[in-house]
Nanobody
């Protein structure tokens, strides 16, 4: 069983920056592809960014491309989402997810994300 804990959310002004963190339990974290999703009020959960087990394969949704960066530090069992030039439409609860299949290279919304964190709220003001 994998436990994920997100942190770093909060209130930020449009154009500002924020870094989200996802701390994972267990040594098997290093073998899991990871991803960030978000869910805005009244909307369905949306894939934001994913990163393969090695950290070399990355995918980012078009709406945040060039603004958000996903990375991981396996030594710290942590995945990050660096959010730059945030916009009001980025307001959402951001969730960290882990693909329980080991050594996945391809990342994206179709991954087998069996583990989820509780989410961290990001609110962007105009």
């Amino acid at each position: 069983q994998v436990q994920l804990v997100e942190s770093g959310g909060g209130l930020v002004q449009a154009g500002g920056s924020l870094r989200l963190s996802c701390a994972a339990s267990g040594r098997t974290f290093r073998t899991y592809a990871m991803a960030w999703f978000r869910q805005a009020p009244g909307k369905e959960r949306e894939f934001v960014a994913g990163i393969g087990w090695s950290g070399r394969d990355i995918s980012v949704v078009n709406s945040v491309k060039g603004r958000f960066t996903i990375s991981r530090d396996n030594a710290k069992n942590t995945v990050y989402l660096q959010m730059n030039n945030v916009k009001p439409e980025d307001t959402a609860v951001y969730y960290c997810a882990a693909d329980s299949r080991q050594f996945q290279i391809v990342v994206g919304p179709g991954g087998a994300y069996d583990y989820w964190g509780q989410g961290t709220q990001v609110t962007v003001s105009s």
